[in-house]
Structures are given as structure tokens and as C-alpha cells.
């Protein structure tokens, strides 16, 4: 498995690249859910690369750019395991020198992530803007579990052109339904014990909801089962139920409605979604 550091020396691999390349850009402290981007990527493609960043323009002020996990060799290891033939570890200095360019998208960064954490899909799409071209992939592969941005990034590739099919792949779950998260390492037993709430609720809307059901109606089912007795220490951020293509609010289910949930467990803060139909 190559290991490449800047820019220079990818390119000069990948010149010597004509077939295919699968992408798979992430932040590292790698999971199960990673692995299995990756290895939808070498199914389907000859080369995978795997891109290792923790980028600082997707986190505001007050979020944990600083004490995300790094775990770099334990990522080296696990990827030599699945398969993959390149990883890119690119630094600050490199993807970012004196930048004055941006890649920004409207109204779709206005609510649910965007609207909590103002400026991240901008810094989202700008990294991942770089990494496109610098990583020239055939394919690029990104979890549902962070669906909106997913959503986000499919609409810059087809309003910039870039020529790469974009595939999204599914949720990785604990046994008890918690997504795979890196931010999980953060949870103490306790919180841990109680993040699930996030998939139950989930589990509770696709079972109870159907088509044409009031959404004001679901919110109050899920209020009633779960919200009103929420630990004191974990914090609703969202819980919305939005058309899952544009994010926009609708009066009833229908087959492109999808619940969005955030909710801080202590300081961390975690997400998930599921199509309710
Ligand atoms: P991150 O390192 O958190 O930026 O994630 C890198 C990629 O892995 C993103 O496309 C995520 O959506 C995806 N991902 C993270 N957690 C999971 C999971 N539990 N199942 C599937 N994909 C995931």
C-alpha cells in the first residue's frame, strides 16, 4: 500500500494509473463503517484510495477540531487489511496556503447541519473540491450516515462538472443500533448506555409512520415516547422530519420523507437518519 504525503508525488502515481480509482476520503480513527466504504470501493473499482484529513474549515469555534481522535497507525494498519492500494495523508499547510477560494452551496446548508454549524458545508465542499482534483477518482464513496452532506456533495459535482459517479452507501450499525461513529470513543458507559435513543427513535418513526400521516402528529409520538424523558445530559439539536432530497418541511409522510436527528450526549454530539418509508 503506497503512503503519499503531498500533492507531487500522488499525481506522479496516479499518472501511471489508466484504470479505475475509488475514493474514499475520510478523517481517520477508522471503524467498521469506513471499512466498508472501502470495501465497496475495491469491489468495484482497481485502485482504492483512501484520504486521511481532519480538516479544519468543517469545524466552528467551539467544536473538537482539536481533540478529534488521531489515531494514524492503528487507520494504516486496518486499511493494509482491507485492500486499499493508496493512502493520502495530505497537512494543514498544503491544502491550505494563504486560500482565499471557497466552494459554497445555497439553501441546502440552511438547514439541519447547516443551519447548527454555520460555515461547515463550506468548508466540507471545499475540501472535498481540492481532494477531487487532487485524487482524479472514477468513483467516490461517502456513508448515508451523514446523508445530508452527501446530498450537498452530489449537487457540486453536478453543478461543477466534476466527472466522477458518486455512490452512497449504508449505515453501519453497533448490535444494539447505534451508528458507527468516531466521536462514539468520546461517550462515557453511561452516555454510551443511552446514545441508542438516536436508532430507536428512528426504528419507532419507520414502524409507525405512513404515508399521509400528519408529521406534526409523528413529532408528537416521538415527543411522547422518547423526548419527554431524555437524561439531563444529553441535548436535542434536531430532530426534524424533512423531504429527503431538498430538506424541505412538509405537512405529511410521504415515500421521500426521512427523519434527521442530532442530539448531544454530554459534549458529544451525534447524528443520524433513516428514509421513514
Ligand atoms: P468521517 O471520517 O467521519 O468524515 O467519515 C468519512 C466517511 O465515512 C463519510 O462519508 C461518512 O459518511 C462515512 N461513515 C462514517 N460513519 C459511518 C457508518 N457508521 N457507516 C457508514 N459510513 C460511515
Not at 223 to 228: D, G
Request: net charge negative; with cysteine.
Amino acid at each position: 500500500m503506497h503512503i503519499f504525503k503531498d500533492v507531487k508525488s500522488y499525481s506522479k502515481w496516479r499518472e501511471s494509473i489508466d484504470t479505475s480509482v475509488g475514493f474514499v476520503p475520510t478523517m481517520g480513527c477508522l471503524h467498521a463503517g469506513h471499512s466498508f466504504l472501502v470495501q465497496n470501493s475495491v469491489k468495484e473499482n482497481e485502485n482504492t484510495v483512501v484520504s486521511i484529513f481532519v480538516n479544519p474549515t468543517q469545524f466552528g469555534p467551539n467544536e473538537d477540531f482539536e481533540k478529534y481522535p488521531r489515531t494514524i497507525d492503528d487507520d494504516i494498519r486496518l486499511l493494509e487489511e482491507t485492500g486499499c492500494s493508496a493512502v493520502f495523508l495530505p497537512y494543514n499547510k498544503m491544502m491550505y496556503d494563504n486560500p482565499k477560494v471557497f466552494v459554497d452551496v445555497d439553501e441546502l446548508d440552511e438547514m439541519l447541519c447547516g443551519e447548527k454549524r454555520p460555515g461547515h458545508f463550506k468548508g466540507v465542499l471545499t475540501v472535498v473540491a481540492k481532494l477531487f482534483n487532487i485524487i482524479r477518482p472514477t468513483r467516490a464513496y461517502f456513508g448515508e450516515k451523514d446523508y445530508q452532506q452527501f446530498v450537498i456533495i452530489n449537487k457540486m459535482v453536478k453543478d461543477l462538472f466534476f466527472e466522477l459517479e458518486m455512490r452512497m452507501i449504508p449505515i453501519v450499525r453497533e448490535k444494539d443500533g447505534l451508528a458507527l461513529s468516531s466521536r462514539n470513543r468520546y461517550l462515557c458507559e453511561e452516555h454510551r448506555k443511552h446514545a441508542v435513543i438516536l436508532s430507536e427513535i428512528i426504528r419507532f418513526a419507520q414502524e409507525n409512520c405512513f404515508e399521509g400521516m400528519k408529521i406534526t402528529e409523528a413529532y408528537k409520538m416521538i415527543r411522547n415516547k422518547f423526548l419527554e424523558n431524555i437524561p439531563d445530559f444529553m441535548k436535542v439539536d434536531y430532530v426534524d422530519i424533512r423531504n429527503g432530497n431538498d430538506f424541505r418541511f412538509e405537512d405529511n409522510i410521504t415515500r421521500d420523507s426521512r427523519i434527521f436527528l442530532a442530539i448531544y450526549c454530554g459534549e458529544t454530539r451525534l447524528i443520524d437518519n433513516g428514509k421513514i418509508l
